[in-house]
């Protein structure tokens, strides 16, 4: 590439590649709107993330709506963009599977100076979008459970064998795992730069996506399908799903919304002064979840008059007092979401909560109405 200012010669340009890999890593988490695989949501980044019983990872990408993108930052002069930075993506990748919410969490805070959950909230506010911290928590959940991150192999120039590498791995694998290479050729002359990103393999894996969408529901799962999946295998939870269910009925300001992904699941929901908070989740058949009545306690938690820490203590002594194992000894600081095994649910257990739940709803509806 030649270059010249009005009047002057054609001339080579200061520089056309990075200085090392931290400016390409720099400039990457400077702009990560540039990153592929986000789906255009805003993303929040943090850069050498430690991941457990692996090392740290260049930069890891959050989206507002909870997809994971883990990236590795190679300049084509070092001898590893050939094959070593494969491992070291997919080494990124298994080190973060299985993690929980609140280990990712402690990882990425460490990195971000904030929690995730502020940190993703600041992406959104940034760029004006609405941010569901509910269905964000769920789908990060649900990333870290199943292994299903997008992994981008960031260069300032690809090689022939990795586009190629990239190209069968995504031919190769199914929708849950989806590879890119980035080419990000630079050139900077003076306070000139110019940028040229291309994407590699992204193709190959919206084609994985396209072909898997039938694993995915167009309209959401109804209270009704997820009571009858629940009751060919454990008949013996009729009781429970019948107060559930009458309980849901007959108090107006509680809505049900069906989850959209393979496995069924509804949520029950309070819509009140324009907010939208859950009060607990139902999720069966999730790959690791089994059948359980999901009670989302931070949530509960973030409605007047239960911002209030005497309030929010009073509330998790009651929870407390339900005598359900799950609900034991919280505490409002932590990121709290209870997982109650319907094996592990008596119907006087749940008839005890569903009242506790009434009187949240009483006191939250007093408040926003006053």
Known sequence: MLIRHAGESWRSPESETFDDEAALELLLKDSPNLLPGTQGAPVAVVSQLQVPGTGPADLVAV??????TLVECKLRANPEIRRHVLGQVFAYASG??????EEFDAA????????????VREAARHNSVDFDEDSFVEAIEQALSTGHFSLVIAVDKITDELR??????????????????MQLAYVKDGDVEILVPSTYGAEAAEEKARSAGRSRR????????????ILRDTPDRAG?????TEWA???????VHGGGGASPGVMFALESGGRKGWLNTMLTLASDRGRVLEVRTR???????????PQQQHFLSQLNNLDIAQLQGMMPDRNLRQRVPLADLGEAQLASLLALLDEWITAVRQELDA
Request: glycine share 6%; hydrophobic share 40%.
């Open 164 to 181: 190629k590498t990239i190209e069968f791995v995504n031919s190769h694998t199914e929708d849950s795992l989806n590879l890119l290479g």
């Open 240 to 244: 429970l799903l019948r107060q559930l």
């Open 299 to 309: 949530s509960l938690l973030a409605w007047p008059p239960f911002t209030e820490p």
């Open 108 to 119: 990425y805070s460490k990195r971000a100076g904030m929690t995730l959950l502020e940190h």
């Open 63 to 68: 989206s507002t709506d909870g997809g994971i």
């Open 249 to 255: 009925a007959r108090n107006p300001h509680v809505t």
């Open 218 to 229: 167009a309209a959401g799962w109804t209270l009704d399908e997820v009571c009858a999946d």
């Open 96 to 101: 973060l599977w299985h993690l929980s919410y």
